[in-house]
């Protein structure tokens, strides 16, 4: 009886034993996922093969984190292991990437604003910026309002919009705003170009600012001056101009005020000299 006893004991041992080692190990190798791999550390906690287990499932956390296609996931392998270069460089690759096709997928502004906040060397920048630009348009669009044209034709380039505009703005939509006139012209002596920028002050106080250029076969010249005034409703009232730069002149000295008629077309969106039309180009904020 003794013997048998003592026989039973050492058979249950030699089972155990083959199911916390060698047996249990290669079962666990051969499937080759993350759960048989824990389970078999958790029934194992002494293994010699720890050190090769823990290799394997940080392979197997990685194969996943980089097949998910989330940052989400990534960033959760990173807090996994946090000492490893090389996972490192490579979630910094992934990362741009995938947070760019997220964005793209949701298509918001708030969304490709964190991208630009997250990302601010990625290529993908500047097309974040055209798709938020797009976003507010159609919202602009449908909304229709003078007001929030205005705020939008602030932040983009008007000559990408204004064709698609069939509002036409007054003096007192550009309260508030610095507002770009140009003028173009090939003449006999040359190239003629002349920029405008008046900034339309609350209380009807105008002030502004223009630079000309004129380039041709023999001749070049370069001016800029500026302009101050007040405007209402009806258009702009004793506005006077002065030349304070030509590049022809050494030492140039300011020329004295003088008047400037200028006429605003609400039709054209232009505003008209004795002489010329200049063509409204720009609206932006009044820097400060």
């Known amino acids: ?28 190798k051969i499937e080759n996922t993350l759960d048989t791999y824990e389970e078999f550390l958790f029934n194992n906690p002494e293994t010699e093969h720890k050190d090769s287990v823990l290799l394997l499932i940080r392979e197997l956390d990685w194969q996943f984190a980089k097949t998910s296609n989330k940052v989400a996931i990534l960033d959760s392998f990173l807090l996994k292991y946090p000492e490893n270069k090389e996972y490192k460089d490579s979630v910094s690759v992934l990362k741009p990437m995938l947070a760019w096709e997220e964005a793209v997928e949701e298509n918001t502004v708030d969304i490709y604003r964190k991208f630009m906040d997250d990302y601010p060397e990625s290529q993908n920048c500047d097309g974040a ?3 938020i630009e797009k976003i507010k348009w159609e919202e602009v ?19 990408n919009y204004i064709d698609s505009i069939d509002i036409k703005f007054e003096f007192k939509d550009f309260v508030g705003y610095a507002v770009s006139f140009d003028f173009k012209e090939k003449t006999k002596g040359g190239d003629v170009y002349i ?3 008046f900034n339309f002050k ?30 209402d409703e009806s258009g702009i009232r004793n506005l006077t101009k002065r030349i304070t730069d030509f590049s022809d002149v050494t030492d140039f000295e300011p020329e004295p005020w003088t008047k400037e008629y200028l006429k605003y077309s609400k039709d054209k969106q232009a505003l008209y000299s004795k002489e010329r039309s200049y063509k409204l180009v720009e609206i932006d904020r009044i820097k400060k």
């Open 129 to 131: 910026k055209r798709k």
């Open 1 to 28: 009886m003794k013997i048998l006893l003592v026989t039973t004991v050492l058979f249950l041992g030699f089972l155990i034993s083959s199911c916390t080692t060698g047996k249990n190990w290669n079962e666990t």
């Open 195 to 197: 920029r405008m920028i």
């Open 202 to 231: 609350p209380g009807g106080k105008l002030i502004g600012v223009f630079k000309g250029d004129q380039e041709g076969e023999n001749y070049s010249a370069g001016w800029s001056g500026e302009f101050k005034g007040m405007y």
């Open 141 to 159: 669009k449908k909304i229709n309002k003078k007001e929030d044209y205005i705020e939008f034709l602030a932040d983009v380039s008007l000559k």
